[in-house]
């Protein structure tokens, strides 16, 4: 059973569950809820967007620059294939008790 190593990272194993449950987030929003830094979140984000799992859009609202992420869809695939191995895990491990 190998592990995905892009989702399988803590940070970012958040980010895609969070960006997976909200389907749409601002970096604020994200930096807010995960509290993490602005250098730590942008290199994790750059990370998931050079393996084509995290879509970035910049635009400016009210003057002031707004970058919104959400996954493509190969990235909320990559999430639920982590997820599946993960239950399978679990499944292996609940089979060692009997």
């Known amino acids: 059973m190998e592990f995905d190593k ?3 990272q803590p ?3 958040q980010i895609f569950a969070y960006l997976y449950r909200h ?3 601002t970096f604020s929003e994200i930096q807010d809820e995960l509290d993490i830094t602005d250098g730590n979140l942008s290199g994790h984000v750059q990370r998931m967007e050079d393996a084509g799992a995290v879509a970035v859009e910049k635009q ?3 003057r002031r620059p707004r970058t919104t992420y959400e996954l493509t869809d190969e990235g909320r695939e990559t999430f639920e294939a982590h997820v599946e191995t993960l239950e399978a895990l679990l499944e292996q491990l609940e089979g060692d008790d009997e």
Do not use: P, Q
Request: glycine residues 0%.
């Open 60 to 62: 400016f609202v009210d």
């Open 23 to 25: 389907e749409r987030a």
């Open 6 to 8: 892009l989702v399988h």
């Open 11 to 13: 940070t970012r194993l």
